[in-house]
């Protein structure tokens, strides 16, 4: 599979895509509720590109209609605007800085797991996402989840309100969705590393990003260095998904179906979650069943790589 392209498109290509009316409806759906920030070609006097989380101070970033996109992207242009992202957390009120610093503010927050790899290592990457989805499934959460191609790796994410108001109220958001994140991190981890070392995927990983500011692409946003578009996917045809020819800004394939959920779905899998691995303000309550992924990855391509197939001593 080709390599993805780092060629970056000019202001007016960015301004062209983010007029498109379906672009504007997926992103401002996505963003709605949550706490927006976006990424620009500006640099800072530090050197490092601009990213805005503010209209105006003490003002949190918000995006409630589609026709908002472009009226941002227009608001901030000198600092040539690229990549909206958007919170796991969906905020009761965002009007002050001190809404988003307040946790009992949160109404809900999407458990979602950063997979991140090579810009080339899709096959890796896709092979990853099957098994966290695999593991979503066997779990109870088979409607309520959706796939999105981040522009490198991908995210998959829980719809925030898959867990139900009553267990997120008596819980915590934060605390769910942290936990749930890390719990099929646990229940993946000897397989992501058997993927990664059969593709020699090194720098696949899996992270758990879940805090209380962290953002995420939103979907049809353009990647903050790659010139590709982060893309909802169909979870049945990640097969068929090919990064180079279905991800271009104004050539792109995107999978509308990511907006379904049956509420309540994901509540057995966040309990169990949270009862075995704690909350995001709390230590786990479990010492580690496993090496961290990346040692893993490590042994077994070493494993794979000795002619006797087995891992060579210190």
């Not at 242009?77 to 001190?98: C, D, F, M, Q, W």
């Not at 946790?103 to 096959?123: I, M, Q, R, Y």
């Not at 758990?208 to 939103?218: H, K, M, P, T």
Request: charged share 25%; aromatic share 8%.
């Amino acid at each position: 599979m080709a390599s993805l392209s780092r060629s970056t498109p000019g202001f007016e290509k960015i301004l062209s895509h983010y007029s498109d009316p379906l672009v504007q409806s997926e992103i401002s759906h996505f963003c709605k509720g949550r706490w927006v920030g976006i990424h620009c070609e500006a640099l800072d006097a530090r050197g490092r590109k601009i990213l805005i989380r503010y209209f105006r101070p003490g003002m949190p970033l918000q995006l409630a209609k589609p026709r908002d996109v472009k009226r941002l992207i227009l608001k901030f242009s000198s600092l040539k605007p690229r990549t909206i992202y958007a919170t796991a957390n969906v905020y009761g009120r965002l009007g002050r800085s001190e809404d988003a610093a307040d946790p009992s503010n949160v109404e809900a927050c999407s458990p979602t797991w950063d997979v991140d790899n090579e810009p080339g290592g899709w096959l890796a990457t896709a092979q990853a996402v099957k098994e966290i989805t695999s593991v979503l499934k066997s779990s109870g959460v088979k409607d309520s989840f959706f796939v999105k191609f981040s522009g490198r790796g991908a995210h998959v994410h829980i719809h925030p309100y898959a867990i139900s108001e009553e267990v997120r109220v008596k819980f915590g958001p934060l605390n769910l969705a942290w936990a749930t994140v890390e719990y099929v991190k646990g229940k993946a981890a000897s397989k992501l590393a058997e993927i990664a070392a059969r593709f020699k995927a090194g720098g696949l990983r899996v992270d758990n990003e879940i805090d209380r500011q962290r953002l995420f692409v939103a979907p049809l946003s353009i990647h903050r260095e790659e010139n590709r578009v982060a893309v909802c996917l169909n979870p049945e045809e990640l097969g068929e998904f090919d990064p180079a020819a279905d991800a271009k800004p104004g050539r792109f394939k995107h999978f509308e179906g990511w907006k379904a959920y049956s509420v309540g779905e994901a509540d057995k899998l966040a309990l169990r979650a949270y009862r075995a691995v704690g909350g995001l303000t709390l230590k786990p309550r479990r010492k580690r069943r496993h090496p961290p992924l990346d040692k893993q990855i490590l042994s077994l391509i070493a494993r794979i790589d000795r002619p006797n197939g087995r891992a060579s001593q210190p």
